[in-house]
């Protein structure tokens, strides 16, 4: 009687081989699957990376154990993702240095965590260690999300960033304010602005909006919106027990807070796109958008948001292209996308630890 081609370790090693391979399939197709009608694969588009290095693993083992079906199929599964696979970890990017492209337009997107260190207050040295990042990069055109402003004193933002860096033109959209300060996104640019707007995602203005503004580039006419997607607003307690499943010390009901949290901000961001997508398919202009998504790059909202633009970091990122900061979701959840009238010269993530966000930089061109 024949052996069995496969031991029972082997056998084992394939049931969760197979396990790991249908997440990375549900992962993949979560950026074409709506979380309003299949909310439960957009939790597998947030594990994406997780499973794309697992099926990594997978393919190395069978290839050392001469499996060579096995090798086979899990190559396939991972072919299927290329697109997710490049948004996610790209190899054929490189981080451009700080040298500014001649003739190009530099834009970056900064959420500024209202210029305050994560976890921390407001304080000065942290507002002006942010300040010198921007700029050390030297953009043309800035978004800041989570913008922080008096309206006289050293906390005067407005005023001290055109003053420093020479960004003369601005709009900024409070989205809380009182007399004594305001919070909200804004847009800065050495170019002048010949018209402003905004898009609002609920029935009255929340931290959670957009901004455009209509920017005269070199006889040119660029539309830029900055825009903040719903985040999933977690609590230091959130925090905290995400570090307890490091450790293994978990119990049920915070895993359920978490779970509802994550599946509300899939939902709002799922509309939110829709209502952005909407008002950027009436743009008569050439276009970008840049900002805090707040979701991954496999994810539904980054797909749909992107689809027919040119992905900076898709065209010049490398690596994991990890724009935040803090614990979770530990991936590039900033991005900046740009109409076709534009090439993407070089991309490149400011790694500067005051923010929970770091900032994304990328030269462009007009094409000829």
Known sequence: MNKSKYSFFDKIIVLIALMFAVALFLGIIAGVSDPRKHIYIAFFGLAYPYSLVANFIFLLYWLLRKKWILSFLTILIIG??????????NFGGSEG??????????IMTYNVHSFKAFGENNTQPVRTKMFQV???????????????????????????LKSLLNLDHYYFLPVLKNDYESYGLAIFSKYPIKNTGVINFDSSLSENSSIYADVAVNGKILRIYNVHFQSISFEKQDYDYLDKVKAMKTDVQ???????????????????????????????????IAGDFNDTPASYAVTQITKGL?????????GWGKTYNGKFPNFQIDYIATTKDLDVVN????????????????????KP
């Open 97 to 106: 240095n700080g040298t500014k492209a001649e003739n190009s337009i530099r």
């Open 254 to 288: 915070p895993t359920k807070r978490i779970l509802r949290m994550l599946k509300s901000a899939f939902l709002k961001r799922s509309e939110q796109v829709d209502l952005m997508k909407a008002e950027m398919a009436t743009c008569k202009t050439p276009y970008l």
């Open 134 to 160: 921007v700029k050390d990069q030297n953009p043309d055109i800035i978004c800041f999300q989570e913008f922080f402003t008096r309206p006289k004193g050293a906390y005067n933002t407005i005023d001290s």
């Open 310 to 318: 040119n992905n900076s970091f898709i065209k010049k990122g490398a």
């Open 80 to 89: 299927y993702g290329y697109s997710s696979g490049k948004a996610t970890f």
């Open 347 to 366: 991309y490149h993530i400011t790694e500067a630890k005051l923010s929970d966000h770091f900032p994304v930089r990328v030269d462009l061109k007009w």
